[in-house]
């Protein structure tokens, strides 16, 4: 059986020896021999330092989900949970969540939808170890139009003051990104995914007053109308970004090559349904937009919306291998975007590479991971901070 070990007062030197190590960048496996001290990888062993044996097992740096829900159950009654759920109840269940992603070897999770107060709170008590969790980068309740998309999680403005005001109001209460919901979306009824919600200037004054206060803001966009407007607004990144049409995803070349020359990052959201619809349709021009994007030179986040139906927390290894799928990407490709290249374009310049001075946020795993993805799915170890978080006969 797995066993876990609790922080706080585990924090303390190690050294990993006898495994494999894939470092975040290069093109293969070293063998090498890991040592950290404290939350940080040292380049050499600390007087003291205990040993873990990870012979057969091959580390890569913590995994990153840029794109998550902790505040829903991943479940078909999700929305009955939620509203359900006390604050309390909430915050419990997504405190269970993040320790779920944890042991999947997730060790950063950017959480895009939750009542702010409460993933305020989950992230702080994270960082101060009285949960054990992934460290937390939270957007708090999401903008969105009066009625809008995910209105029920408290973020609802309207008007070019009205936004203004909410981006004062996330940065006043401390999030780490502002999100906003450009289109409608699919689990809100009565919000069209294909419209706008918002106009161009009602989401450059959230662009403006979020870079003010040095936030960065990332636009939930389905339809091809809802991402031109946040592309021309000056977002600074997209989710889903799905071309979404009654048709299914169709996508506009021209607009493709504006996000690209934008810079702008693309959190594709591979949600756990996709790998079902393989052979099918709607597979097909998703797959065909995926591969525009990367092919167009897009900056991609490995992302899944964990939380929603048919998307578990701790599935993001599965959605990987769905994106690879997808993407005409080989394992090592879609291993840097979870890893050292979601740390960079997320602003994460201490993690995503295993190598001295950056934090030690790692796992272990049984098998190659840079030939085969389904070795995440085999998890052994992992430490996060420079704690031993999970073990599982190591
Ligand atoms: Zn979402």
Redesign the pocket.
Known sequence: MPTTEAPPDSRRAWSLTGGLLWDGLSDGLQDSTLHTSGALIVDAPEGGASILDVSGLTLLPGMIEA?A?LCFNGGADWRAVYDGDTPGGMLLRMAGYARRMLDAGITTVRD??APTALVIELRQAARQGLVVAPDLLVAGAPVTISGGHCWFMGGEADGVEGVRLAVRERHQAGVDWIKVMASGGNMTPGSDPTRAQYTVEELRTVVEEAHRHGLRVTA?AHGVEGIRVAVEAGVDGL?HCSFQTPQGSVKDEDLIAEIARRGIVVSP?IVGSLAAMEGTERWAMRANLVRALFEAGCRVVMST?CG?PNTPHEGLAASMETLRRMSGQDPLAILRLTTSTSADLLGLADRGVLQPGRRADLLAVEGDPTRDLGALQRVRLVMRDGEVVYRDRV
């Open positions: 794109h829900h895009l939808g939930h989710e959201t919306d929603i």
